[in-house]
Structures are given as C-alpha cells and as structure tokens.
C-alpha cells in the first residue's frame, strides 16, 4: 500500500519540479510534499501523464489503493503539465446511519419503486455519501445492476455490493457530457441508474424522461430546499421539455434536502426535508401542487451526526415497562400495521400509474408508426392474423427514445398488435403479455389511469378485452392471441378512429387525397417547423421572429423590415429604392445611390473602376481626366486651355491652343506650337487695287500678318492685270 493512500490531504498539485501538497495535518496552508513520499508522487505524475496521452481528456480519475483521485490538468505558462489531484471525501455509510424517518426508509428501499430519487442541498452537505449509501444498500438487499454515471467519479462503487453489480461510468465533455453517457445507461436495461449531479438541461431533461419510463434514478444536485428544487429540476429541463413540470410531477418519487450544522459541543448536525410521493390523494395532491407552483412547506425530520466521523448519535434507556404504556405500545402497533398495509397499497397503486403512462406512451408511438407506415402495415396484416410491432421496432424507426423498456414494472411485456378487418382498414391494440398476473383492482386501476382507450383482461371473461366501465371490448382471438387474465390492453382504433379520421397523415393515403389536406388553421402552440424544404403561401407570410428555410416562394409579395442574406440574391427584375438610397458596401464604406432627379452618384466620393468600357452621351469631369493608354475620338477634340506661345509651362505632358487657335505644347518649359522652329505660319497676299489691300489673308491670322515670333517673307511679285503689283509672302519662325 502505497503512503499517498494512507496519508490525510485534500489536493496535491504536481508539476514540473515540484510537488505541493494542500490539507496536511496541522497545516493551515498549502505546503511542499513530505519527501518521503516522492516516489509515490512521482509515479502518479506518470500515470497521470500516461493516462492523458491516451485519453487526451484534462479531468479523470485514478484509483490509488481503493482511493479514488480526482484529477484536473492544467498547462502553465511554459507548457507543462501541472495535475491537480483531489481525494475524495466521499463516505459511504449503513443506510440506517442515515438518519433517514422509518417510512422514507422503507420506501427508498422497496423493489417496487420506481421513478425519480433526488437527493439535493448545497456544497459540502453528504449529497453524494447518502445517494451512494443508498445505491449500495439496495444492491446489498435486493440485488440487480446498476449503472453509475458521474463527472468525475467521486466515490468507489464499481463491482460486486452483496449479489447485486454496480457498472461506475466515468463521464467526459469530450464524448459527449452526461447526455451521451446516460442514453448509453439507459440502453443496457440496468435495475437502477445513478446520476451524480444534475447541472445542465440536457441531464435534467433525460433524468425526467426516464423517470416516467419505468427507471428509478438515483440523483444529486444542488439547491436551497425541497421547493428550490422542483423549480430547479423543472427549469433546467424546460428548453428541453416544454411541459418539465408536469413531467416531473409524474415522475418523482421522494426529493430529500441535507444541511450540515455545528451544534455547540461540537457534533454535527444533518437536518433533513423530505417529499415523499405515496397515497392516491396525497400524491395527487401534491403532484397536482407542483404542478401549480404551490409547494410551500415541508417537515423537517433531524438527525445529529457525531464530528467528522459522521457517525449517528444514539442514546439508550432502561427501566421498567408500566401497564399502561403497554397498552400503549399495542395500540401503537395496531396503528403501525395500518399504515404499513396502507403504504403498500399506495405504493401499488403508484406501480399502476407507472405502469399505465408507460403503456400509453408506447400506444401513441404505436399510432405513429401505423399512421407513417399505414401501406406496409395494411399489405401485411389480415382479419386474423396481425402485424406485430414491437418496443424495439419503434425504437429503431425513433418513434420511441433509444433505452425505452419494453416491460413495466411487473416484468409485463408490452406489445402491439394490427389487423385488417376491412379493405384499406386497420384497427389495432397494445396489449401486456407475460410476466406478473396482476389482481382484478390492478388491471382495473390500470385501465382507468389509460383512460378511454384503456382495458384490461378479466378473470371472469379472459378471452376479451374489456374496456373501462363497460365502454368497449374486443375478441383476443381476433388477434391470434391469449395473454390470459391479469394483463392490460389499450385500443387504437378508439383513438384514430381505423386510424383515418380527423388527422393529418405524414404520408399519402391511396385514393384519400383529403387525409393529407388541412381543415382549419394550424396552430403550432410556439413549436417550430423543421427542414422545410419549400414553402408557398397564396397570401402574406407574418411572423414576429425569425423565418428560416431552404427556400421560401411567394406568388404575391414578401414584406419585411430589412433583409439580411448571407448568399446571393437574384431578381428577374429591378432591384428598386424608395427613398434618397442604393447599394451600399457596409465593409468598405462606399456605393451608389440617387438623390436627385439627374444624377447617379457613388456614395462616399469613392472611386469607380472597371477593366471594362465607360459609355454616356457626354462626360463631364470637375478634375483631371488620366487615361493609362491612348485616347481616341472619332470626332474632334475641343481644348479650352488657352495659352501664350513663347511663355513659360511647367509641365510637358500639356497641350492648349493660342488664342487664334494654333495648338500649342509645352516644350522645356515654353509654350511653341507644334512643329519646333521651321513650322509653317502661313501665307497671304496683297494687292494694291483691291480695299484693304489684302485679298488673301493668312488663316493664322485672319489678316494679311504673320502670327507672333513669326516673320514674313516675300515669295514673289506680279504685275499683270489688275495687280500693280500682287505680293504673295510666307511666314516662318526664325531660330
């Protein structure tokens, strides 16, 4: 045996190079290891290692000498690992040790219950050593498995207690938390299921379901009282189960509250609150009041328990026994064998309500299945021999949850049947077979919990199925069957009428179009519709939430506020604004839009690109006009800058005219027209006979003058008729 299993700590904290240990005896506060138990230390810092490397999971459990370790892993700043490691506190006790009133005892202890156990109180109370204490003395008594569902396992229930097993499963948030943990319990058919703590909705709504389903559940969680936790059990589950409530209502067994106390001497002191639900009306009424929201106050029962050892205190008496306190205790007793006689029947009828919810479920699945596979059914049955459909049928095709029993709590089987009496007709039951033979009043009680459907098979008539108060009944041999008396029986066809009346089939019904036809509104009662693939609407589509679908037609219009899509949108038409608005770029800041009757405008004073052509009538810029390649025109070029040839420019790249029009370039750093300084200036000519003397003026000039800088030169001279003489002369720009 190792020193670490021996020794008294809370936590120990190994890393890389230390070794502290949290808890020691005498020790207010964290201190180094004791070095003798290096060794051991170092050997759980490999396991540790060891058993992250293989589970890659940060929290686990190692068992050191029946001692279980929780341990937390956690990365320090260098990249080490640093495992926390907490030993459990985790007492499991004689459940006489408990404290526990006789009564809760007895019923907590019966291999009749079935349904919730919730065992609640705040941190540090003994919630898990009295669930465990629990859960280990019905196996010790009574036997069967168990299965142990907990994260992380805290104390050591795996293996054998007396005749009886408990399989300890550890939960990881990496496989899936408590939800994918407890579908796997619930699926290995275990005598008992033990949750260790109920914290999340996933949980809470598996725990209640199960509950109603013919398990009993051990489970923990925390809360104030016994009312605190109703309403936290009931709002956990209640994203889950929308009727959490009345679920729970159905389901719970007994809530038992623990607080732990000083007295002044120094002892402990458990103070414990119980709700127990047994008897017809009480239960009823107390269910139906936490139903209402009206559970208000609950006796407390007290127990002391002695220091830290948490044993239970007892004192003993001795003296004489007087006559009349004899007399008393037979009194005493005679009443004590009263209420005993009276819990049990109360208790059988609690199996017979468990009982009938079960059926009642399996009947609606049943429906289910019959009305989705109506075809495949009716092609198989005939008016004698019917199709069976099983439990694990309508678990396979999820009209049932995975783990559903197939048998209620008196090791019934339960079955369903289906025959065709008539052309394109089912009529169907749901009946128990095997198991316990149940009296005459269970059956009955049964049968009335069911309610109109509801029947059961007699001693006086076992070849029929009777129905409650006489209402119905059907010949077992019309089913091929004979369960024999003391067995249950629900009638489909009593609630689908042939299971084609008033309702909304998933699939088409041959030659009854009108089944698949709304008569009314549907009114979804805040649920949701799913995995639409199209939806058509002739009139407006109004919600106050969200719409989501794959794809959405309308024939008229879609009305909403805004419109927020994630894909593509396509219009066979405009994409139209009704107001001073366009398209705007909400991650760059920029778009188009108009606000006036004349212009297009980009929002923003944003560029507009395109490796594309521009095209428009006319082009109008307030700025410079840059274009990477040529220019082209298939019409003239108009230049308005207007420059004086010879004055100085500061850019080449510029082009003007004069303001006779000649064009002009900017030519290291001065205006000259095009050409340099040969370029032609014109001509003209005179004439002395004609007004003005210039009959042929230069196009330059519009006058019988060369342009500025520019000089004339004389071509030639004539004198023949009327010219006396004509001149012609040239103009040129001298170097």
């Known amino acids: 045996m190792s020193v670490i299993s021996e020794a008294e700590f809370v936590d120990l904290y190994l890393g890389d190079g230390f070794a502290d240990a949290k808890g020691l005896p005498g020790q207010p506060r964290t201190v180094e290891a004791p070095t003798e138990w290096m060794a051991d230390l170092e050997r759980l810092r490999e396991q540790c290692l060891e058993k992250y490397t293989s589970t890659q999971d940060p929290e686990f459990t190692l068992i050191e000498d029946g001692i279980v370790l929780r341990v937390t892993q956690l990365i320090d700043l260098n990249g080490k690992p640093v495992f926390v490691l907490s ?92 939800e994918e943990a407890l579908i796997l319990a619930l699926r290995t058919r275990a005598d008992l299921l033990f949750v260790g703590e109920v914290r999340d909705s996933p949980t809470a709504a598996q725990v209640i379901q199960a509950s109603i389903n013919g398990h009993l559940i051990i489970c923990t969680g925390h809360s104030g009282g016994v009312a605190d936790a109703i309403e936290r059990l009931s709002a956990l589950a209640q994203p889950i189960l929308k009727n959490s409530r009345e679920l729970l209502s159905r389901g719970l067994v007994a809530i038992i509250h623990q607080t732990l106390s000083k007295n002044s001497d120094g002892n402990t002191r458990l103070t414990l609150q119980s709700l127990l639900f047994t008897g017809r009306t009480a239960q009823a009424s107390a269910r139906k009041s936490m139903q209402e929201r009206s559970i208000c106050s609950i006796k407390t029962s007290p127990t002391n328990l002695r220091g830290a050892s948490g044993m239970t205190s007892k004192t003993k008496q001795q003296g004489f026994l007087s006559l009349d306190m004899a007399i008393g205790l037979l009194v005493f007793g005679v009443v004590v064998t009263l209420a005993m006689v009276w819990q049990i029947k109360q208790m059988d009828a609690q ?106 098979i007699s001693t006086t008539n076992p070849n029929v199925v009777q129905g409650i108060r006489g209402g119905w009944q059907v010949a077992l041999s019309n089913y091929s069957i004979a369960p024999g008396p003391g067995h249950t029986a629900s009638a489909l066809f009593l609630m689908d009428g042939a299971l084609a009346n008033d309702y909304l089939y998933r699939n088409a019904v041959p030659n009854h179009p009108e089944l698949n036809t709304m008569n009314t509104d549907l009114g979804m009662g805040n649920h949701n519709i799913n995995n639409a693939g199209s939806i058509s609407a002739s009139g407006n589509v109004t919600t106050g939430a969200d719409v989501t679908a794959r794809n959405v037609t309308a024939t008229a219009n879609v009305n909403a506020a805004t419109a927020n899509v994630t894909g593509e949108t396509y219009t066979g038409g405009w994409f139209r604004t009704r107001g001073d608005t366009g398209w705007y770029s909400e991650k760059w800041g920029g778009g188009i839009y108009q606000n006036s009757p004349d212009w297009v405008q980009v929002y923003n004073d944003k560029n507009f690109s395109t490796g594309g052509q521009l095209w428009g009538g006319k082009i109008t810029s307030t700025g410079n006009i840059t274009a990477y390649d040529r220019i082209a025109t298939n019409e003239f070029i108009s230049v308005g800058g207007l420059a004086t040839e010879g004055s100085a420019c500061s850019d080449r790249t510029l082009i003007a005219k004069s303001a006779v029009g000649i064009v002009l370039s900017c030519q290291n750093g001065v205006w000259k027209g095009v050409g340099g300084a040969g370029r032609w200036g014109g001509s003209f000519w005179t004439a002395s006979h004609t007004a003005g003397g210039c009959p042929g003026p230069n196009p330059y000039t519009g006058s019988c003058s060369c342009p500025v800088g520019y000089k004339a030169n004389n071509q030639f001279a004539i004198a023949i008729g009327g010219c006396n003489p004509c001149v012609s002369y040239s103009c040129y720009k001298p170097e």
């Open 87 to 178: 030993k459990s506190s985790v007492q499991i006790r004689p459940l006489d040790m408990l404290g526990l009133p006789d009564y809760l005892q007895d019923v907590l202890m019966s291999d009749r219950v079935r349904g919730l156990i919730f065992i609640c109180g705040e941190m540090g109370t003994g919630k898990t050593s009295s669930a465990a204490s629990l859960l280990t003395a019905r196996l010790k008594a009574l036997g069967g498995i168990a299965v142990a569902v907990e994260d992380p396992p805290e104390p050591l229930l795996h293996g054998k207690h007396g005749d009886g097993r408990c399989i300890q499963v550890p939960v990881s948030r990496r496989m899936g938390g408590y």
């Open 351 to 456: 199996d017979y309500r468990i009982a009938a919810d079960q059926q009642r479920t399996i009947s609606e699945a049943q429906a289910k299945y019959l009305k989705d596979n109506f075809n495949v059914v009716l092609a198989n049955a005939s008016a004698t021999v019917p199709v069976q459909i099983t439990v694990p049928m309508l678990i396979n095709a999820n009209y049932l949850p995975a783990g559903y029993s197939s048998t209620n709590v008196f090791g019934q089987t339960i079955l369903g049947l289906a025959r065709k009496p008539n052309p394109n007709q089912l009529e169907a039951i749901v009946v128990t077979t095997g198991g316990q033979t149940l009296p005459e009043m269970g059956v009955r009680a049964i049968a009335e919990n069911l309610g109109g459907p509801g029947g059961f």
